[in-house]
């Protein structure tokens, strides 16, 4: 049996609040900070709340966003 699936067959006895506890930290383990990446997104963020401030961007109510993409919010 290999290790992995002797880990899955262990993490499919847990309760739900421990699979989901296991799983939260899987995913973060794979997520790794990239500063190159997290500097474009604060200039980009930076730029859209400049050109909204001027004028040059509107927004729309969330309500509008639900409606256009058929989203229930409920």
């Known amino acids: 049996m290999s290790k ?3 880990l899955l067959k ?3 006895v847990l309760s ?3 699979k989901s506890e296991l799983i939260d ?3 973060k383990s ?5 500063n ?3 500097e474009l997104w604060k200039k980009e963020a930076e730029n859209r709340i400049d050109a909204y401030d001027e ?3 509107s927004s ?3 309500q509008e966003v639900f409606t256009k993409y058929k989203i229930d919010p409920r």
């Open 55 to 57: 004028g040059e961007l």
């Open 10 to 12: 262990e993490a499919l």
């Open 36 to 38: 190159e990446i997290d």
């Open 16 to 18: 739900i609040q421990e």
């Open 4 to 6: 992995t699936h002797k």
């Open 30 to 34: 794979l997520d790794k900070p990239d």
């Open 60 to 62: 729309v109510s969330v």
């Open 25 to 27: 930290q899987l995913i």
